[in-house]
């Protein structure tokens, strides 16, 4: 009775610790409570916390039946594949089994090239992937339509970037016409002459042309960049704002082993790469030119043992809240 009660006021006071310590946890922003969780004093209690799990079903024997067993099993399970999961574990393996996966950092892909060096997670240290990943093509997509804002001395506007057509405004400002949509604007030099292009080399730099007609009859040619907004200055009847809004960004890759192609996918927001033990996430990219990827790269050690964890705790509440009355319903009908 003594160790019972013992074990029943160690793991309450353990339960009561983990909603603090979440709540604490919730402030603290992912990358903090990242290093807060996976601290030493904090290693220690998540050990505490699954042994006291392990003792209560050796100690209590009614929690070896359903649903208890699912519930306490399941939180073992979620327990231990976290801790198998964390740096910590990921380096004690290194050192005495000779495993060397990485837990997690980043790649860079430019366009077109190969790549297998990852930059370890809150270092500048790198390691090699055994296998290498080549970025095909990297894109972003927009929402459509894009968007034209106009501001005024006295309102704003917003209009949809359709190419020839005019919008009409108040008679004291007159007309706008969009003329022509670029996606990578430059400007050539050939002796006196200025050449104004589109290039479809690598670049970004996102424009539209507009007319602006006055309403005295005269107009004249203007250039809104994306990248690159104007201020009101004196004398500017309106300030334009070329806005594309991002819905998505797409890495084509290819996973090359052994020099074969052995996997394709576009990776996207949301939308992971998995392969050789690892999950790539698109993370960032070249905000410049869309000329490299960065991708997430993430060890899966561990994971299969939380996801089994987390089905056993689903399947336990199940069973707790609804099966088990729905069987008590059913034994009572048939006495």
Not at 236 to 242: E, I, R, V
Request: include cysteine.
């Amino acid at each position: 009775k003594g160790l019972r009660r013992t074990i029943m006021t160690a793991a309450l006071v353990l339960i009561i610790s983990l909603i603090l310590l979440s709540i604490f946890g919730a402030f603290l922003g992912s990358e903090r409570a990242k290093r807060f969780f996976n601290s030493p004093p904090l290693s220690l209690y998540w050990l505490a916390l699954t042994a006291i799990l392990i003792e209560a079903l050796v100690i209590f024997p009614k929690l070896v039946r359903l649903p208890g067993l699912l519930l306490h099993a399941g939180c073992i399970l979620v327990l231990a594949g976290s801790m198998w999961a964390s740096p910590a574990a990921h380096n004690a393996r290194n050192r005495l089994l000779g495993i060397d996966k990485i837990h997690a950092g980043e790649i860079t892909i430019l366009e077109g090239h190969t790549e297998n060096l990852v930059t370890l997670e809150n270092t500048n240290q790198t390691k090699q992937l055994p296998f290498s990943i080549k970025l095909n093509d990297f894109r972003i997509e927009y929402y459509t339509p894009e968007y034209l804002d106009i501001q005024t001395a006295e309102e704003a506007l917003k209009i949809p970037v359709e190419i020839g057509t005019t919008f009409f405004l108040c008679p004291d400002l007159g007309s706008i016409t969009i003329l022509k949509k670029f996606e990578n604007f430059k400007i050539t030099i050939d002796g006196d002459n200025k050449n104004i292009i589109d290039d479809p080399q690598p670049g970004y730099n996102p424009a539209l042309q507009l007319q602006v007609q006055n309403p005295d009859g005269t107009s004249y040619t203007t250039y809104v960049f994306e990248r690159f907004p104007r201020h009101f200055q004196h004398g500017d009847k309106f300030l334009f704002t070329y806005r594309k809004i991002i819905r998505d960004y797409i890495s084509d890759v290819e996973i090359i082993k052994d020099g074969k192609v052995v996997a394709q996918k576009s990776i996207e927001v949301n939308h992971p790469l998995y392969f050789g033990g690892y999950h790539f996430y698109q993370s960032s990219y070249d905000t410049e030119a869309h000329q490299y990827t960065i991708l997430s790269v993430v060890s899966d050690t561990g994971l299969n043992l939380v996801y089994a964890g987390y089905i056993m705790l689903g399947t336990g509440v199940i069973w707790h809240f609804w099966i088990r009355n729905l069987l008590k319903k059913s034994k009572s009908k048939s006495k």
